[in-house]
C-alpha cells in the first residue's frame, strides 16, 4: 500500500469515527472532544508519525465545518471555550474566532485571554501582549495554561528572553512527552543559541534529542541547531566538545554529517578556522569518499589550514577534491582558494631575510591580550587575500 493511500485508509477511518460516534449519541460531538482527538494526534506526530500530520490538518479543516454549527450556549462551557482557543492557536480559523468573540454572550474564558490570542495570531503582538499581561490563567485547565505559556513565551522572546525561558519551562513541566513540551524545548534551544546561553543549548538539545529523535519536526530542530551552532565558537571552548558531540551521535549519520558540514561551511566563511577544522574532521567520519558530502568536507578541511599550512600541500589538497561534486556556492570557494594559492606561490621567498623586512606584525592569543609575532610575508599575503575571499564569499 502506497504512503497516500494509508494516509486516505488513515482519514476515512477517523471521519468514520466520527460519524458513528456522532450516530451513538444521538447530537454532534462537543468541542472539547474534538480537540481531545486532535491533541491525540498531535501526540503521535510527535511520535514520528507522518500520516498523523496528514490527519491533523485534514482534522483542523472538519472542526471548521462543525464548530460553525455549535450552539452558542455551549461554547458558555468553560472546556468548551478552552477547546476554541486550543483550536485557534493549533491552525484553526480565526475569523471564525473572531465572530465568535463579536456575539453577545462570547466564549466563556477570564477576560483578555481569547481576545490576547486571537490578536497574537492575526499578528498584532503589542495588543497580544497588553491583553494577557492583566488575564487571569489559574482559573483555566493545565491544557489551556500551556497554551497561553507558550503563546507568552514567543511575545516576550526578543526583549525578555529569560522570562520567556521561564514560560517554556512551566509548559515542559505541566505537558510532557506532547507536542506543546517538544515546541517548548525546540524554542528553548533557539532562544538559548541567540542569546549565547550555551550551557542552556546544549542541555535542552540533549533533552530534546533524547525525548523527541523520532518527531516529524527534527529537521527544524536539526536546521536550528546548525544555525546556532554556527554562531557559538565550540571548537575554542574545549569543555563543550564532548557534550555536543555526544548529543549529534543520538541523530542518524546523515543528520551528523549535515550538521558537521553547515558549521563548518559557516567557519571557513567567517574565517574561523579552529571551529572549521574540526567540524570538517567530524563530518569526515560518517562520509563515504567519492560523494558530494565527503569533497565539502574536504574543501572546509583545505580552507581551514590556509595560514598553516604551506601553500604547496593545500595546493595538492585541492586537486584531490572532484569539483564537479560541490554545489554552486562551494564551487566559488574552491575557485577562491586555487586562486589565493597561485597568488601566494608568486610571492618571493628567501630563508635569508632579515627580521626587519621579514614579515609583518600580526596578533595573536585570546581576546583582550596583544602578543605580536612576526609572519612571513607568504603567509601576511595568505591572510591578505583570506580576509578579501571571505567578504567576497560572505556576500554571495
Not at 450516530?23 to 491525540?40: C, F, K, N, T
Not at 477570564?110 to 503589542?126: N, S
Request: with cysteine.
Amino acid at each position: 500500500m502506497t504512503r497516500l493511500k494509508r494516509a486516505a485508509v488513515v482519514l476515512t477511518i477517523f471521519s468514520i469515527c466520527l460519524v458513528s460516534a456522532r450516530s451513538v449519541i444521538g447530537a454532534p460531538l462537543e468541542p472539547y472532544q474534538y480537540v481531545l482527538a486532535l491533541q491525540r494526534l498531535q501526540d503521535q506526530v510527535v511520535a514520528g508519525d507522518q500520516l498523523a500530520h496528514k490527519a491533523q490538518q485534514e482534522m483542523l479543516q472538519y472542526m471548521a465545518g462543525d464548530f460553525s454549527k455549535v450552539r452558542i450556549v455551549d461554547w458558555q462551557k468553560q472546556k468548551n471555550a478552552e477547546a476554541l482557543l486550543i483550536y485557534l492557536l493549533s491552525g484553526g480559523n480565526p475569523v471564525f474566532v473572531g465572530e465568535l468573540l463579536e456575539i453577545k454572550n462570547p466564549p466563556k474564558l477570564p477576560d483578555g485571554v481569547m481576545a490576547g490570542a486571537l490578536a497574537f495570531v492575526m499578528g498584532d503582538f503589542g495588543r497580544a501582549k497588553t491583553l494577557l499581561a492583566t488575564a487571569s490563567t489559574k482559573e483555566l485547565s493545565i491544557n489551556a495554561r500551556s497554551q497561553i505559556a507558550l503563546l507568552k513565551a514567543a511575545i516576550y522572546a526578543e526583549k525578555d528572553y529569560k522570562k520567556a525561558l521561564g514560560y517554556l519551562a512551566e509548559v515542559r513541566l505541566w505537558k510532557p512527552g506532547t507536542l506543546l513540551e517538544e515546541a517548548a524545548l525546540r524554542r528553548a534551544v533557539s532562544l538559548a543559541g541567540a542569546n549565547g546561553e550555551i550551557e542552556g543549548f546544549l542541555r535542552w538539545s540533549s533533552q530534546y534529542v533524547r525525548r523527541f529523535e523520532k518527531s516529524f519536526y527534527l529537521p527544524d530542530f536539526v536546521s536550528k541547531f546548525s544555525f546556532y551552532m554556527s554562531k557559538l565558537n565550540l571548537a575554542g571552548r574545549p569543555k563543550f566538545i564532548k557534550p555536543v558531540v555526544k548529543i549529534l551521535s543520538q541523530l542518524s549519520r546523515e543528520q551528523q554529517a549535515s550538521i558537521y558540514l553547515t558549521v563548518a561551511r559557516a567557519a571557513v566563511l567567517d574565517g574561523n578556522n579552529q571551529q572549521a577544522q574540526f567540524m570538517a574532521t567530524q563530518a569526515q567520519l560518517f562520509l563515504e569518499k567519492g560523494t558530494s558530502y565527503s569533497a565539502r568536507a574536504k574543501l572546509y578541511f583545505t580552507a581551514s589550514q590556509v595560514t598553516a599550512a604551506k601553500p604547496e600541500k593545500i595546493t595538492k589538497s585541492l586537486t584531490e577534491i572532484d569539483r564537479s561534486l560541490l554545489i554552486e556556492q562551494d564551487k566559488k570557494i574552491f575557485d577562491t582558494l586555487v586562486l589565493m594559492m597561485a597568488e601566494v606561490q608568486k610571492e618571493p621567498q628567501t630563508e635569508n631575510m632579515t627580521k626587519e623586512n621579514s614579515g609583518v606584525p600580526r596578533l595573536q592569543g585570546k581576546p583582550g591580550e596583544r602578543q605580536m609575532e612576526q609572519v612571513s610575508p607568504v603567509v601576511a599575503k595568505a591572510q591578505e587575500l583570506i580576509a578579501s575571499a571571505v567578504k567576497l564569499l560572505g556576500e554571495n
